[in-house]
């Protein structure tokens, strides 16, 4: 009998759901759910890379889930002989309680739906799963995957806002950080890797974008907090904002708080200020072209960037490597050179012939021999869930 767990990872989406089936780290299959023309279509791709449409009748998405079990028997990746282990699955929520690793039960599920106003754009979709794995997995262990676990470790200084800390404490406005599983990923590389350097910068830029501050592979600082809206500017979202200018948004366009905070996540950063686009390829695109709003969105993304680069390497007292990850990063030298060109203050240098001809390789030091190091690596929040996921398993009473 093969050996190791089998575990489903679910990664909810708004308009698409995704899943994994891995024995340990190994995969075995992904099902991708999406909307196409009012039905829902599913996307079957094997270990060995073969992709193939799967029939479904229904057209709500919110049910795919209740389909997964048989998919998985059919394809005979699941069998009474060898069923799953363990569902794990992400949760982004802002308070103390979610900032470790859970088995779901009735007491975790009655603490998330009660945050749901707390975090309207993530929990309720995730909610929404975790309840349909439950009714259509009964028994089976499902794990909430913290995404801040990796930031739990932050001192007090980096978690508090500057206002009353009894409130804070009371109500669990922090800054709870988030990309904890990217970021645990990258440190698990480089220690796999044999090359974790005491001060480290992770550039996490892509959808969505942080940068945190990493000491002995420990967070020490990041820039997301109470929710990923906060730090850098990213594809919609708008990044920090004074708190004076989000009111004055929201009376400029008579909104409610609904609404302005799905302005905020959703109308602003990349596609906001180019007014077209939130496609980072698209925005360089329009930018060549001698589109003015395209050029200044890019320029401004930069910057946001670099300034909370500089912001993390100042929690560190410096930096002794940078890690550059997430979509944006690992796919676009431009955007790769443009960030590093003001970095030579803390003694970083893009070798630019490496950083164009970037090999097919999960982790990559693309400086020139007099720089400290700049590494592109793959970030895998994937990897990262499954190991956690299995830690929890081995140890559910702790």
Wanted: charged share 25%.
């Amino acid at each position: 009998m093969e050996m190791g767990k089998l575990i489903l990872v679910a990664n909810p989406g708004s308009s698409s759901r995704k899943y994994g089936l891995f024995r340990n780290e190994e995969p075995l299959a992904t099902l991708h759910f999406e909307t196409e023309n009012s039905k829902v279509v599913c996307t079957y791709k094997s270990a060995d890379g073969t992709k193939r449409e799967l029939p479904c009748d229904f057209s709500n998405i919110a049910e795919s889930v209740s389909h997964i079990a048989a998919i998985l028997e059919s394809e005979g990746q699941v069998t009474t002989e060898r069923p799953l282990d363990a569902i794990a699955v992400r949760i982004v929520a802002p308070m103390d309680s979610f900032t470790r690793d859970r088995i779901v039960d009735d007491s975790f599920m009655d603490e998330f739906n009660a945050a749901r106003s707390k975090a309207p754009l993530h929990i309720p979709v995730i909610a929404s799963e975790i309840e349909h794995l439950r009714e259509s997995f009964k028994d089976l262990p499902i794990i909430a995957v913290s995404d801040s676990a990796f930031h739990a470790s932050k001192p007090e200084l980096m978690k508090y806002y500057p206002f009353d800390t009894k409130l804070a404490d009371k109500y669990d406005i922090k800054r709870y950080g988030y990309h904890g599983l990217s970021v645990g990923s990258i440190v698990h590389q480089l220690k796999q890797a044999g090359r974790l350097p005491e001060k480290l910068i992770v550039a996490h830029v892509g959808s969505g974008s942080s940068v945190t501050a990493v000491r002995d592979g420990i967070s020490l600082d990041t820039s997301m907090g109470y929710t990923p809206l906060e730090g850098v500017m990213m594809a919609t979202r708008s990044g920090s904002i004074d708190v004076g200018a989000a009111i004055a948004i929201k009376k400029a366009l008579e909104l409610d708080d609904d609404g302005l905070e799905k302005y905020l996540n959703k109308e602003a950063g990349m596609l906001g200020v180019s007014g077209s686009t939130n496609d980072m390829r698209d925005l360089i695109a329009l930018a060549d072209k001698g589109d003015t709003r395209a050029a200044f969105a890019y320029a401004l993304y930069i910057y946001r960037v670099q300034s909370l680069i500089g912001q993390m390497a100042a929690s560190l007292d410096g930096a002794d490597a940078i890690v550059l990850t997430a979509t944006i990063l690992e796919r676009n030298d431009q955007v790769r050179g443009d960030i590093i060109k003001k970095l030579s203050y803390l003694g970083f240098e893009i070798d630019s012939e490496i950083n164009k001809s970037f090999p097919d390789e999960a982790l990559v030091n693309i400086a020139t021999e007099d720089s400290k190091p700049i590494y592109v690596i793959r970030t895998d929040e994937t990897g990262e869930m499954l190991r956690r996921a299995i830690i929890v398993l081995e140890s559910p009473n702790d």
